[in-house]
């Protein structure tokens, strides 16, 4: 069993910043196995949209166009947690926010669909 539990969200105003994180655990998971990371996000009546995600054994990371220049997203393979730095806030970012895992080698880790294991999410709510 593979669990994604994300911690970091919260309240706050725009223009201010929060840090996610998402760690990986499980008995039956493995690091090696990981191809990709992601966060997604999902507000009231909208679909789940792709934030951002990064390669597990490469330096190559991915973004929508609506979080380039304000969200980083970064990772610590030795500590099995994935980061999403998030600066210059709007209220448009306000969603549960979810971390994924992908392990799919040459998956489009941009794809909803190519993630297999999510976490339980974290509301982060942007106050103008």
């Known amino acids: 069993q593979v669990q994604l539990v994300e911690s970091g969200g919260g309240l706050v105003q725009t223009g201010g910043s929060l840090r996610l994180s998402c760690t990986a655990s499980?008995?039956?998971?493995?690091?090696?196995?990981?191809?990709?990371m992601a966060w997604f996000r999902q507000a009231p009546g909208k679909e789940r949209e792709f934030v951002a995600s990064i390669h597990w054994k490469i330096n190559i990371a991915y973004y929508a166009d609506s979080v380039k220049g304000r969200f980083t997203i970064s990772r610590d393979n030795a500590k099995n947690t994935v980061y999403l730095q998030m600066n210059s806030l709007e209220p448009e970012d306000t969603a549960v926010y979810y971390c994924?895992?992908?392990?799919?080698?040459?998956?489009?880790?941009?794809?909803?669909?190519?993630?297999?294991?999510w976490g339980q999410g974290t509301q982060v709510t942007v106050s103008s």
């Open positions: 499980g008995r039956t998971f493995n690091t090696y196995n990981t191809y990709a």
């Open positions: 994924a895992r992908d392990i799919r080698i040459g998956s489009d880790i941009r794809e909803r669909r190519e993630y297999n294991y």
